[in-house]
């Protein structure tokens, strides 16, 4: 019985192992058409309606990518999927406080978003680790960035800068600037509370602190290789 139920464990891993790794190479390539956290959302809220268009990130203003990097993860482009000090300081703050302070990257969130499923487990923390480790290694930053501007939420049903951009500033999302693109950043990491379409004083406050950070990063030419 036990050599039985290891035989079966090891070929559930080497599946495992091998359909994953499959599954983030094609989507190295192809734009992935959903995301298990749409799917998710989707099955689980009522009346809950999903609202995406895919871009280019060659069409997307560069400034906007950079709102992103400076609010979200300001790391990015130095860090190989996680940020050690951010996951260290969050450790320590969450020992002392009832308020989870979270630690994940750009790489991090994408993984979590078009791969698995909301979940709290350190078993999920695990898995995301692993698809971070893959991403990284199989997409590169630029792919990131793309795949994470088109399933990011920025609002209730609205994934991506482009849908976001022709609901809450009635333009295509290759018109978004970066004064613009700082304000989408402002609405994470809770598009929900914080909305676009009546920002609050708070959200504004963020935008131009987020604003500070980019030029603090060195502005939109530290990126402009992708464009090339």
Not at 37 to 56: A, C, G, P, R, T
Not at 80 to 103: H, L, Q, T
């Amino acid at each position: 019985m036990i050599k039985k139920g290891l035989k079966y464990l090891i070929i559930f891993i080497f599946s495992f192992l091998l359909l994953s790794v499959l599954w983030v190479v094609v989507y190295k390539f192809l734009n992935p058409p959903v995301t298990t956290f749409m799917l998710y959302k989707y099955f689980n809220e009522e009346d809950y309606q999903i609202s995406k268009k895919w871009i280019d990130i060659e069409k997307v203003d560069p400034g906007l990518l950079i709102a992103f990097i400076a609010s979200e993860d300001q790391l990015y482009l130095e860090h190989s999927g996680f940020d050690i000090v951010a996951i260290k300081n969050a450790f320590e703050k969450n020992k002392k406080s009832d308020r989870i302070v979270g630690a994940s990257t750009i790489s991090q969130q994408v993984c979590k978003n078009v791969f698995l499923i909301p979940n709290k487990s350190f078993i999920r923390k695990g898995i995301e680790a692993y698809f971070t480790v893959l991403v990284e290694a199989i997409w590169g930053k630029k792919r990131i960035m793309e795949v994470y501007i088109n399933i990011v939420e920025l609002g209730p049903g609205v994934y991506g800068v482009n849908a976001a951009a022709q609901k809450y500033f009635n333009k295509p999302g290759e018109e978004i600037n970066l004064n613009e693109g700082t304000l989408m950043a402002a609405a994470l990491p809770n598009p929900i509370l914080y909305d676009l379409a009546n920002p609050s004083p708070k959200m504004f406050r963020k935008k131009n602190w987020i604003l500070k950070q980019v030029y603090n990063l060195g502005g939109e030419k530290i990126i402009l290789h992708w464009y090339e």
